[in-house]
């Protein structure tokens, strides 16, 4: 599709509005902004024919791979359209889905993390996010079993609803989206050559996400290149690595389903100690040997007898999801081995564990990550049909935007907006009611300003501030 400029009907010019301190009450609180569309190849990149490794699909019995294949679904691929996936990377990197047009999909999953993110817990709308952010790479066909680190949803769907709706997340009403959407240039063409129809509405805009989610793969590793010649290709070191994993990571770690009830890796069923009942069949391999955390229960949170149990991610491309496990404290894979050699806590499902930990040499370690560095595919990083659309499009003149913080957000007895003003230049504070009316505008030369609860009801509120020509506009939750 050309370049194209999508103009957007606007339900509320904040910047007239502010301007005139009008209190009259907007029937639509809609934000839209005039926004420049994607630009997209004139023929869609191909996001079906994908040619999966042999090792994967038909492992080789005598020359074991180190890093085996369990049960894994092809059909998810082979299923994909190369219009609807285009539409998902659009709608994945469109901030337009967010409450107020400033996270997209892509804010919390980066290319170059292999849509990962680079911090512990990602930035939302309001506060830290609970977990840190997965990885997306090789979803569509490996561990489709659960999703999340708490393993708590089952369907692909579901697992991309919600971050989109959580309103410390994406923050995104559906029927809001559907509305914007549609007002767009790009987007009506867009859903009729992925549907046939024009028609936007929640359950297209989630199989459009979800197929372009199901097509990040990664077969372009040197792991993947060596198992076609037995592992010639690989240095001594990374042999060592490859025969160290095989030896002690590969009861837990596999390429392919993880289901939680009764199988893991190759799908053979787990023989139990005895002792366990069925429903403790799949625990001890989601155990991470971490202490546990009281603030985070991870499966435990759905079934209290799966206390501080979480999911086992794919290790393709391991070497570029720093910081690592679900809480990100580990900002490198020398921290994880160090962890799992030395550190292990004991606890009811310490199976797989040595008591204390594997107590890998140095040079073993070293050799577990020359390992890990050939699951990393270079390619995916860059590879365009991944990338952001709406990059290298963005010439219109943008807003400078303003970082300002609401802590606590919701607001308890008092929140303070904080920003950052050096110069002690003044700026402008705008508090506006979920509907659009000015409810109270202050202009003060500090760095903070601080609202009482006491004059407001419970609900939502918006909060512009203004240093100059930078402006931003946030969520305030009172209780």
Avoid at 403 to 432: G, R, Y
């Amino acid at each position: 599709m050309k370049k194209s400029f999508a103009t957007a009907i606007i339900c509320i010019i904040f910047i007239a509005f502010l301007s005139n301190f009008t209190t009259k009450s907007v029937k639509s609180f809609v934000i839209t902004t005039v926004n420049e569309g994607p630009i997209l190849p004139e023929t869609p990149f191909d996001y079906r024919n994908v040619v999966f490794p042999d090792h994967l699909i038909s492992p080789p019995e005598d020359i074991p791979t180190g890093y085996e294949s369990g049960p894994i679904d092809t059909s998810t691929i082979s299923n994909l359209n190369n219009d609807i996936a285009t539409l998902g990377r659009v709608l994945f990197y469109d901030e337009k889905l967010s409450a107020l047009e400033n996270i997209s999909c892509s804010s919390c999953h980066l290319q170059e993390k292999s849509f990962a993110d680079d911090k512990a817990f990602s930035e939302g709308i309001s506060d830290l996010t609970k977990r840190n952010s997965m990885a997306l790479n090789d979803l569509g066909w490996s561990n489709r079993s659960h999703f999340f680190w708490d393993m708590s949803q089952t369907n692909i769907h579901e697992m991309i609803v919600l971050p989109l709706t959580d309103e410390n997340e994406i923050g995104a009403n559906m029927e809001d989206i559907e509305t914007k959407l549609s007002s767009t240039e790009y987007y009506p063409e867009l859903f009729a050559k992925a549907f046939g129809t024009s028609t936007i509405n929640e359950e297209r805009i989630v199989d459009a996400i979800v197929h372009f989610i199901n097509s990040m793969v990664t077969f372009d590793s040197k792991f993947d290149r060596a198992s076609t010649d037995q592992f010639n290709s690989f240095t001594n070191q990374e042999m060592l690595g490859l025969e160290l994993f095989s030896a002690n990571c590969t009861n837990c770690h596999s390429q392919g389903s993880h289901n939680p009830f009764g199988f893991f890796g190759n799908g053979v069923e787990i023989f139990l100690p005895i002792g366990l009942s069925e429903l403790e069949s799949f625990p001890f391999i989601f155990n991470n040997g971490l202490p546990e955390d009281e603030d985070d229960n991870g499966a435990g949170g759905w079934n209290a007898e799966f206390n501080n149990l979480f999911k086992i991610p794919s290790l393709r491309n391991v070497a570029l999801t720093a910081p690592y496990m679900h809480d990100g404290r580990f900002e490198s894979l020398d921290e994880v081995l160090n962890h799992y050699s030395e550190d292990i806590e004991e606890n009811e499902w310490n199976f797989f564990f040595p008591p204390g930990g594997f107590n890998f040499s140095s040079s073993e370690k070293e050799a577990l990550i020359s390992f890990l560095g050939t699951l990393t595919d270079e390619s995916f990083k860059t590879n365009e049909k991944w990338s952001n659309p709406f990059e290298s499009s963005s010439s219109l003149p943008q807003i400078p935007d303003l970082q300002f913080v609401i802590k606590p957000n919701p607001m308890l007895s008092e929140a303070t907006i904080e920003f950052d003003n050096p110069n002690n230049e003044q700026v402008q504070v705008n508090i506006l009611s979920s509907s659009g009316q000015l409810i109270e505008t202050r202009k003060l030369n500090g760095e903070y300003f601080t609202l009482d609860k006491n004059k407001f009801s419970a609900g939502m509120y918006f909060v512009e501030v203004s240093l100059g020509e930078a402006r931003s506009l946030k969520k305030l939750i009172v209780q």
